[in-house]
Every structure is written in structure tokens, then in C-alpha cells.
């Protein structure tokens, strides 16, 4: 029985999702200079500024990096879907929030694990017999 396409599209949408929500964060809360000098740390701070502190520690000391490389190799250790989606969400926050390296190792992990286990077969079953048998030739 064939998957259907909304379950097959459905980890590919909530990636998008991911992804301009990540796009969002940053280039609407994190590079406005504007947003930046309400943060200053004067008295009359509004409340989301401890929220923006926290995402700008998060890249500093290459936290999201981190968390996508344990996501990668999550994804890597244990075949389920939802770990190689959470492989490449990690991995594209991460490489929106400027850690490029290990966010593009994880997007790259976390894609490949999805679409290998989107397609059904692995790579010793790629012929369709699960049996292993060597096949001569005609």
C-alpha cells in the first residue's frame, strides 16, 4: 500500500515552516539594529527582550550548532522518521541563526534519512528482494 501524498508532504511542509520561522526570528527580532537599542539594558526594556538575549546566547556559543549536530546523528543512530525530520528542522534553524557548518551537515543528514525512509527500501534492498541472494546474469 502506497503512502499517501498529504503523509509523504506533510514533513517537507513543516520543514518550510521551520524554515521561515527561523527566517522570521532572525531578520525580524535578531539583525534590526532597532531592536537591538531597545534591548540596551535600560529600565524600561520590554518583556521579549530576555527572549532575543537568549536566541543571540544560542549562536554565540554555538548552541543550535550543537543541538543539529545531536540531531544528525540521532537521525543517523536511530531510523525513525520523526529524527530525521527533527534532523533537518534543527539543521535549518541552525543555519539561519549562523551556524553554517554543522547546519548544513544536519539539513543534509536529516533529508537524505527522510527521503531514504520516504522511498521505502534501503540500501542493500535497493533490487526490491530483501533476501540478498546474488543474481546471476542472463
Not at 99 to 107: K, L
Request: hydrophobic share 55%; glycine share 8%; net charge neutral.
Amino acid at each position: 500500500m502506497k503512502p499517501s501524498l498529504l503523509r509523504l508532504s506533510l514533513p517537507w511542509l513543516l520543514l518550510a515552516v521551520v524554515g521561515l520561522l527561523a527566517v522570521a526570528l532572525r531578520y525580524g527580532l535578531i539583525e534590526p539594529s532597532d531592536m537591538a537599542h531597545l534591548c540596551d539594558g535600560a529600565a524600561t526594556n520590554p518583556a521579549w527582550c530576555q527572549w532575543r538575549q537568549a536566541a543571540v546566547m544560542g549562536f554565540l556559543n554555538y548552541g543550535y550548532g550543537w543541538a543539529a549536530l545531536v540531531a544528525a546523528l540521532l537521525a543517523l543512530a536511530w531510523k525513525h522518521p520523526f529524527t530525521a525530520w527533527l534532523a533537518a528542522a534543527a539543521g535549518l534553524f541552525a543555519l539561519q541563526m549562523y551556524c553554517y557548518e554543522a547546519g548544513a551537515f544536519a539539513v543534509l543528514v536529516g533529508c537524505l534519512r527522510l527521503l531514504r525512509q520516504q522511498a521505502g527500501t534501503s540500501p542493500a534492498d535497493e533490487d526490491g528482494q530483501g533476501d540478498r541472494d546474488v543474481q546471476t546474469q542472463p
